[in-house]
Protein backbone atom coordinates (compact mmCIF):
# COMPACT_ATOMS: atom_id res chain seq x y z
CA UNK A 1 0.00 0.00 0.00
CA UNK A 2 1.30 3.28 -0.75
CA UNK A 3 0.99 5.54 2.69
CA UNK A 4 1.81 9.20 1.02
CA UNK A 5 3.72 9.85 -2.12
CA UNK A 6 5.55 13.33 -3.89
CA UNK A 7 8.19 13.45 -2.45
CA UNK A 8 11.98 13.91 -3.62
CA UNK A 9 14.58 11.00 -2.70
CA UNK A 10 12.55 10.30 1.04
CA UNK A 11 14.52 9.28 3.78
CA UNK A 12 14.87 8.85 7.43
CA UNK A 13 10.60 8.11 8.60
CA UNK A 14 9.64 8.50 12.42
CA UNK A 15 6.50 7.93 13.82
CA UNK A 16 4.95 10.63 15.96
CA UNK A 17 3.14 10.39 18.93
CA UNK A 18 0.11 11.57 17.25
CA UNK A 19 0.27 9.44 14.65
CA UNK A 20 1.59 11.82 11.71
CA UNK A 21 4.96 11.46 10.30
CA UNK A 22 8.29 12.72 9.85
CA UNK A 23 10.94 12.29 6.67
CA UNK A 24 13.51 13.75 4.90
CA UNK A 25 13.42 14.93 1.45
CA UNK A 26 16.88 14.74 0.14
CA UNK A 27 16.30 16.34 -3.48
CA UNK A 28 18.13 19.29 -4.66
CA UNK A 29 14.90 21.33 -5.34
CA UNK A 30 13.62 20.03 -1.94
CA UNK A 31 16.19 19.44 0.54
CA UNK A 32 13.92 19.23 3.43
CA UNK A 33 12.51 18.04 6.83
CA UNK A 34 8.70 17.23 5.90
CA UNK A 35 5.47 16.81 7.95
CA UNK A 36 3.41 14.01 6.77
CA UNK A 37 -0.88 13.80 8.29
CA UNK A 38 -1.78 10.22 9.91
CA UNK A 39 -3.35 9.68 6.55
CA UNK A 40 -0.89 10.62 4.41
CA UNK A 41 -2.78 13.05 2.14
CA UNK A 42 -1.10 16.42 3.48
CA UNK A 43 2.28 17.55 4.00
CA UNK A 44 4.04 20.31 4.90
CA UNK A 45 7.85 21.61 4.92
CA UNK A 46 9.10 22.17 8.53
CA UNK A 47 12.48 23.69 7.62
CA UNK A 48 15.31 23.24 4.21
CA UNK A 49 18.96 21.89 5.60
CA UNK A 50 20.79 21.42 2.77
CA UNK A 51 20.34 17.18 2.08
CA UNK A 52 19.14 15.49 5.03
CA UNK A 53 19.49 12.05 5.55
CA UNK A 54 18.75 10.67 8.31
CA UNK A 55 16.51 11.57 11.77
CA UNK A 56 15.68 10.84 15.27
CA UNK A 57 13.10 12.83 17.50
CA UNK A 58 13.58 12.87 21.41
CA UNK A 59 11.59 12.97 24.65
CA UNK A 60 11.13 16.68 24.06
CA UNK A 61 9.91 16.36 21.04
CA UNK A 62 13.06 18.08 19.74
CA UNK A 63 14.03 16.49 15.84
CA UNK A 64 17.84 15.67 15.17
CA UNK A 65 18.97 15.94 11.37
CA UNK A 66 21.85 14.17 10.19
CA UNK A 67 22.79 16.70 7.11
CA UNK A 68 25.08 15.35 4.46
CA UNK A 69 25.41 18.52 2.13
CA UNK A 70 26.84 20.61 4.95
CA UNK A 71 27.82 17.75 6.79
CA UNK A 72 26.86 18.32 10.30
CA UNK A 73 24.47 16.93 13.04
CA UNK A 74 21.40 19.95 13.34
CA UNK A 75 18.88 20.07 15.72
CA UNK A 76 15.27 21.50 14.77
CA UNK A 77 11.68 22.17 16.10
CA UNK A 78 9.15 21.38 14.75
CA UNK A 79 8.13 25.31 14.13
CA UNK A 80 11.35 25.02 11.89
CA UNK A 81 14.18 26.57 13.99
CA UNK A 82 17.60 25.09 13.57
CA UNK A 83 20.76 25.01 15.27
CA UNK A 84 24.10 23.40 14.34
CA UNK A 85 25.67 21.04 17.19
CA UNK A 86 28.50 19.59 15.40
CA UNK A 87 30.46 19.09 12.67
CA UNK A 88 33.30 16.94 13.61
CA UNK A 89 35.08 15.05 16.10
CA UNK A 90 37.84 15.76 18.04
CA UNK A 91 39.14 18.04 14.73
CA UNK A 92 37.65 15.31 12.37
CA UNK A 93 35.01 16.87 10.13
CA UNK A 94 32.16 14.98 9.35
CA UNK A 95 32.43 13.57 5.90
CA UNK A 96 28.15 12.25 5.26
CA UNK A 97 26.20 11.74 8.23
CA UNK A 98 24.00 9.38 7.40
CA UNK A 99 21.81 7.86 9.78
CA UNK A 100 20.55 8.27 13.68
CA UNK A 101 19.04 6.26 16.59
CA UNK A 102 19.31 7.18 20.99
CA UNK A 103 20.54 4.40 23.14
CA UNK A 104 20.01 3.30 26.37
CA UNK A 105 22.54 5.71 28.00
CA UNK A 106 20.29 8.93 26.50
CA UNK A 107 23.45 9.37 24.09
CA UNK A 108 22.94 9.78 20.46
CA UNK A 109 24.42 7.61 18.15
CA UNK A 110 25.42 8.43 14.84
CA UNK A 111 26.24 6.91 11.30
CA UNK A 112 28.89 8.76 8.90
CA UNK A 113 29.19 7.00 5.98
CA UNK A 114 32.87 8.22 5.47
CA UNK A 115 33.02 9.74 1.73
CA UNK A 116 31.64 13.48 0.85
CA UNK A 117 28.22 13.53 -0.84
CA UNK A 118 29.48 14.98 -3.53
CA UNK A 119 32.43 12.77 -3.93
CA UNK A 120 30.23 9.57 -4.04
CA UNK A 121 27.04 10.91 -5.89
CA UNK A 122 28.19 13.68 -7.74
CA UNK A 123 24.43 15.91 -9.12
CA UNK A 124 22.76 13.19 -7.21
CA UNK A 125 24.08 10.45 -9.48
CA UNK A 126 25.95 7.32 -7.61
CA UNK A 127 29.41 7.09 -9.39
CA UNK A 128 29.50 3.71 -11.60
CA UNK A 129 33.04 3.27 -10.09
CA UNK A 130 31.77 3.41 -6.90
CA UNK A 131 34.03 0.09 -5.61
CA UNK A 132 37.20 2.79 -5.77
CA UNK A 133 36.27 5.03 -3.91
CA UNK A 134 37.76 5.36 -0.88
CA UNK A 135 35.19 5.04 2.23
CA UNK A 136 36.34 5.64 6.16
CA UNK A 137 32.93 4.83 7.08
CA UNK A 138 32.37 5.71 11.07
CA UNK A 139 29.60 5.49 14.10
CA UNK A 140 29.68 8.18 16.93
CA UNK A 141 28.28 8.91 19.86
CA UNK A 142 27.14 12.35 20.66
CA UNK A 143 26.02 13.82 24.10
CA UNK A 144 23.27 15.87 23.44
CA UNK A 145 23.17 17.84 26.41
CA UNK A 146 27.06 18.98 25.51
CA UNK A 147 27.14 18.32 22.21
CA UNK A 148 30.79 16.51 22.23
CA UNK A 149 31.42 13.29 19.80
CA UNK A 150 32.91 11.11 20.55
CA UNK A 151 34.44 8.35 17.74
CA UNK A 152 33.60 5.07 18.17
CA UNK A 153 34.19 3.16 15.07
CA UNK A 154 35.63 3.71 12.09
CA UNK A 155 36.78 1.86 8.67
CA UNK A 156 33.27 0.72 7.09
CA UNK A 157 32.67 0.96 3.71
CA UNK A 158 29.61 3.04 3.84
CA UNK A 159 28.46 2.73 7.04
CA UNK A 160 24.56 3.25 7.16
CA UNK A 161 21.75 2.02 9.07
CA UNK A 162 21.57 2.17 13.19
CA UNK A 163 19.82 0.75 15.53
CA UNK A 164 19.49 -0.73 19.42
CA UNK A 165 18.23 -4.29 19.60
CA UNK A 166 16.48 -5.84 22.48
CA UNK A 167 19.78 -6.96 23.74
CA UNK A 168 20.44 -3.33 24.32
CA UNK A 169 23.30 -4.22 21.58
CA UNK A 170 23.87 -1.74 18.55
CA UNK A 171 23.72 -2.86 15.49
CA UNK A 172 25.29 -0.85 12.10
CA UNK A 173 25.43 -1.75 8.85
CA UNK A 174 28.24 -1.27 6.14
CA UNK A 175 26.14 -1.33 2.67
CA UNK A 176 28.88 -1.83 -0.09
CA UNK A 177 28.98 -4.97 1.55
CA UNK A 178 25.76 -5.91 2.65
CA UNK A 179 26.95 -6.72 6.37
CA UNK A 180 24.53 -6.23 9.60
CA UNK A 181 27.55 -5.66 12.70
CA UNK A 182 27.01 -5.85 16.18
CA UNK A 183 28.82 -4.32 18.75
CA UNK A 184 29.49 -4.94 22.59
CA UNK A 185 28.61 -2.29 24.14
CA UNK A 186 28.57 -1.28 28.13
CA UNK A 187 27.83 2.53 29.33
CA UNK A 188 28.57 4.20 25.94
CA UNK A 189 31.44 2.82 24.69
CA UNK A 190 32.63 -0.25 22.42
CA UNK A 191 33.18 -2.99 24.31
CA UNK A 192 35.63 -4.88 21.82
CA UNK A 193 35.39 -4.96 17.91
CA UNK A 194 32.44 -5.00 15.27
CA UNK A 195 31.05 -8.65 14.58
CA UNK A 196 29.32 -9.88 11.65
CA UNK A 197 25.54 -10.92 12.58
CA UNK A 198 24.50 -10.96 9.41
CA UNK A 199 24.25 -10.30 5.28
CA UNK A 200 21.25 -9.19 3.69
CA UNK A 201 22.23 -9.32 -0.36
CA UNK A 202 20.14 -11.99 -2.29
CA UNK A 203 22.40 -14.22 -4.67
CA UNK A 204 20.17 -13.22 -7.26
CA UNK A 205 20.36 -9.50 -6.75
CA UNK A 206 20.46 -6.87 -9.74
CA UNK A 207 23.85 -5.20 -10.99
CA UNK A 208 24.75 -2.07 -9.42
CA UNK A 209 24.92 -0.03 -6.22
CA UNK A 210 22.85 -1.82 -3.68
CA UNK A 211 23.24 -3.02 0.11
CA UNK A 212 21.75 -2.41 3.53
CA UNK A 213 20.14 1.49 4.60
CA UNK A 214 17.84 2.16 7.26
CA UNK A 215 16.77 -0.57 9.82
CA UNK A 216 14.48 -0.95 12.70
CA UNK A 217 14.23 -4.12 15.29
CA UNK A 218 10.38 -5.51 16.04
CA UNK A 219 9.11 -5.80 19.30
CA UNK A 220 10.10 -9.72 19.14
CA UNK A 221 13.71 -8.93 17.90
CA UNK A 222 13.59 -9.46 14.48
CA UNK A 223 15.68 -6.93 12.56
CA UNK A 224 13.67 -5.23 9.07
CA UNK A 225 16.54 -3.93 7.17
CA UNK A 226 15.70 -1.69 3.69
CA UNK A 227 17.80 -2.23 1.26
CA UNK A 228 18.51 -0.59 -1.14
CA UNK A 229 18.57 -1.34 -4.94
CA UNK A 230 17.44 -4.81 -4.48
CA UNK A 231 13.28 -3.84 -4.14
CA UNK A 232 12.99 -5.27 -0.75
CA UNK A 233 13.31 -5.07 3.27
CA UNK A 234 14.93 -7.71 4.48
CA UNK A 235 14.07 -9.09 7.93
CA UNK A 236 16.83 -10.90 9.82
CA UNK A 237 16.06 -13.29 12.82
CA UNK A 238 17.49 -13.44 16.15
CA UNK A 239 20.82 -15.28 14.94
CA UNK A 240 21.23 -13.18 11.99
CA UNK A 241 19.61 -15.14 9.59
CA UNK A 242 17.01 -14.36 6.59
CA UNK A 243 13.90 -15.21 7.78
CA UNK A 244 11.75 -13.12 5.04
CA UNK A 245 12.22 -10.72 2.21
CA UNK A 246 8.82 -7.82 2.06
CA UNK A 247 8.99 -7.19 -1.93
CA UNK A 248 8.74 -3.31 -2.16
CA UNK A 249 6.90 -1.36 -5.21
CA UNK A 250 10.39 0.41 -6.00
CA UNK A 251 13.53 -1.26 -6.07
CA UNK A 252 15.56 2.06 -3.96
CA UNK A 253 14.10 1.28 -0.40
CA UNK A 254 15.74 3.59 1.73
CA UNK A 255 14.63 3.34 5.30
CA UNK A 256 12.14 1.73 7.42
CA UNK A 257 10.07 2.54 10.49
CA UNK A 258 7.72 1.10 13.01
CA UNK A 259 4.01 2.68 12.91
CA UNK A 260 2.55 3.70 16.55
CA UNK A 261 2.14 0.44 19.29
CA UNK A 262 -0.87 -1.87 18.01
CA UNK A 263 -0.82 -0.67 14.81
CA UNK A 264 1.74 -4.10 13.56
CA UNK A 265 2.50 -1.73 10.68
CA UNK A 266 5.92 -1.01 9.16
CA UNK A 267 6.46 2.45 6.66
CA UNK A 268 9.24 2.28 3.82
CA UNK A 269 10.70 5.33 2.17
CA UNK A 270 11.60 4.71 -1.64
CA UNK A 271 13.31 6.84 -4.14
CA UNK A 272 12.40 5.09 -7.20
CA UNK A 273 8.85 6.74 -7.07
CA UNK A 274 9.59 9.08 -4.46
CA UNK A 275 6.96 7.80 -2.05
CA UNK A 276 6.30 6.13 1.49
CA UNK A 277 5.04 2.57 1.30
CA UNK A 278 3.24 0.69 4.07
CA UNK A 279 2.98 -3.29 5.17
CA UNK A 280 1.50 -5.07 7.49
CA UNK A 281 3.76 -7.29 10.06
CA UNK A 282 2.98 -9.65 12.77
CA UNK A 283 4.20 -7.66 15.48
CA UNK A 284 4.83 -3.99 16.61
CA UNK A 285 8.26 -2.14 16.37
CA UNK A 286 10.70 -2.47 19.71
CA UNK A 287 9.88 0.97 21.84
CA UNK A 288 12.55 3.47 20.73
CA UNK A 289 14.89 5.37 23.40
CA UNK A 290 14.29 8.97 23.53
CA UNK A 291 17.19 10.34 24.71
CA UNK A 292 18.60 11.58 28.75
CA UNK A 293 15.30 11.77 29.93
CA UNK A 294 12.67 9.31 28.76
CA UNK A 295 12.68 6.04 26.49
CA UNK A 296 10.24 6.41 23.60
CA UNK A 297 7.75 4.58 21.46
CA UNK A 298 7.98 6.70 18.43
CA UNK A 299 9.52 4.41 15.64
CA UNK A 300 13.17 6.06 13.50
Known amino acids: MVFASGFMAPEGPVALPDGTWLIVEGGAERGCITHISADGQT ?30 LVRLTMEGKA ?36 EFAPNNQIRPDY ?11 VDVETGKVKKLDSGIKFTNGIAFGPDRLLYANETLTGNIYRYEWKGGAIAGPRILFGNVI ?3 APPGWKGPDGMAFSADGRLYVAVFGQRDVTVLGKKGEVVERIQ ?12 LPGRKQIHVTEYEFGQVEA ?12 GPRASGTAAV
Open 279 to 290: FDVPTDGLPLWA
Open 248 to 259: TAGKLATNVAFA
Open 83 to 118: EVVATGCDGEAFLFPNDLCFGPDGGLYLTDSGVFIN
Open 202 to 204: RPD
Open 131 to 141: MDVKYDGRVYR
Open 43 to 72: KRMIQKTGRPNGLAVDSEGVIWVAESKMPS
